[in-house]
């Protein structure tokens, strides 16, 4: 078999093929790493024995399955249910601030038991993550409180004069949600507290991307063992029922927490098809993925649906460094952002 080292795509072919994709597909291909594209296109090259891009621009110019094989494959999809679970019981504080309800008050178990950690991480990463809590960083921590002060309508909220994004709703995008695990991490969050406290708001939740096979599975909501390496029990034992299988069990989803989602199939580089303001986004581990040229031009999609005074939540190996626009950083372990027009500190 050829590998992907082997393989030589020059400037003019490059551009040739993400030409001929964009028109294929109607895509942004040219938002993202050259790097990043390069390695899929010489991976379908491999897949359809295709032994340089000439050969592969006209297989994908006769072949109208390569081209949904090829976006299907394009999505950023390596992901599980509560990963990260800091940054979830960070999500988890922040709403429970917002109410002053108690943590002690609520039962939610979102630190999953230490051995299933060890399964996929070394015994010393898991020690030192198991030791971790999702803390509220001292200076914003009032700004937590602002921020969700909507949620219990208090005199407070009409002091600071906040707009959310929906009366009494809490609106939330979920960006790119690839297969579907973090939105429905977040609804299980969001429903555990719900059935718990009488107070708790509605909410929405939006979930885009781009590739259809992986929407397709997201709402289908059937998961292998590997999506649930980081679940806690309390999570998988609440919201999941189990399918035999011939090769052992599969992981179905709630129904109910299934209808809290609107799954969307979108290129979010041109745009976002609802008409929603946020006050939650999840954009987590996508910007990696663009290059320095279009990034801003995203970001800017993504600063201009949040409303005034919400999070936007990056993936921990992500940063617009101190802030980004109106973007302020306010957590920097769980690469939390405020959009503020205001000096923060």
């Given at each position: 078999m050829k590998l992907i080292e082997s393989i030589h795509i020059d400037n003019f072919s490059y551009r040739r093929l993400i030409k001929l994709l964009k028109i294929k597909t109607g895509l942004n291909f040219?938002?993202?790493n050259k790097h990043f594209i390069?390695?899929?296109?010489?991976?379908?090259?491999?897949?359809?024995?295709?032994?340089?891009?000439?050969?592969?621009?006209?297989?994908?110019?006769?072949?109208?399955?390569?081209?949904?094989?090829?976006?299907?494959?394009?999505?950023?999809?390596?992901?599980?249910?509560?990963?990260?679970?800091?940054?979830?019981?960070?999500?988890?504080?922040?709403?429970?601030?917002?109410?002053n309800?108690?943590?002690?008050?609520?039962?939610?178990?979102?630190?999953p038991d230490p051995s299933k950690l060890a399964n996929f991480r070394t015994k010393a990463n898991a020690?030192?993550?198991?030791?971790?809590?999702?803390?509220?960083?001292?200076?914003?921590?009032?700004?937590?409180i602002d921020i969700f002060i909507f949620l219990n309508q208090l005199a407070f909220y009409k002091k600071l004069k906040l707009v959310p994004s929906?009366?009494?709703?809490?609106?939330?995008?979920?960006?790119?949600?690839?297969?579907?695990?973090?939105?429905?991490?977040?609804?299980?969050i969001m429903d555990n507290l719900k059935t718990q406290v009488p107070r708790?708001?509605?909410?929405?939740?939006?979930?885009?991307?781009?590739?259809?096979e992986a929407i397709e599975k997201a709402k289908i909501g059937i998961y292998t063992n590997d999506a649930m390496k980081e679940i806690s029990d309390y999570y998988e034992n609440k919201y999941f029922t189990k399918q035999k299988t011939n090769f052992g069990h599969n992981n179905s989803i709630s129904e109910r927490i299934k209808s809290n989602i609107d799954f969307v199939e979108e290129d979010v580089t041109k745009g976002h098809n609802r008409p929603y303001k946020y006050d939650i986004i999840f954009c987590r581990y996508l910007l990696i993925y663009f290059n320095r040229e279009n990034r801003p031009k995203f970001l800017k999609i993504i600063e201009n649906r949040l409303v005034e005074n919400g999070i936007l939540i990056l993936g921990k190996t992500e940063?617009?460094?101190?802030?980004?626009g109106s973007l302020k950083l306010i957590d920097s372990r769980n690469r939390i952002y405020i959009k503020s027009h205001s000096k923060i500190y």
């Open positions: 040219e938002y993202y390069e390695k899929r296109i010489k991976s379908r090259m491999i897949r359809v024995n295709c032994d340089d891009p000439e050969d592969y621009l006209k297989h994908i110019s006769s072949q109208k399955e390569e081209i949904k094989n090829f976006v299907d494959g394009f999505t950023i999809n390596y992901t599980f249910f509560i990963r990260d679970y800091d940054v979830f019981e960070t999500l988890q504080d922040i709403l429970l601030h917002g109410l309800v108690s943590k002690k008050d609520v039962d939610s178990d979102i630190k020690a030192k993550n198991l030791k971790k809590k999702a803390h509220l960083i001292s200076k914003p921590e009032k700004y937590y929906e009366k009494n709703s809490i609106n939330i995008w979920s960006c790119p949600c690839a297969t579907g695990e973090e939105p429905y991490s977040i609804a299980m708790f708001p509605k909410y929405r939740i939006v979930a885009s991307d781009i590739a259809h940063t617009l460094f101190d802030s980004w």
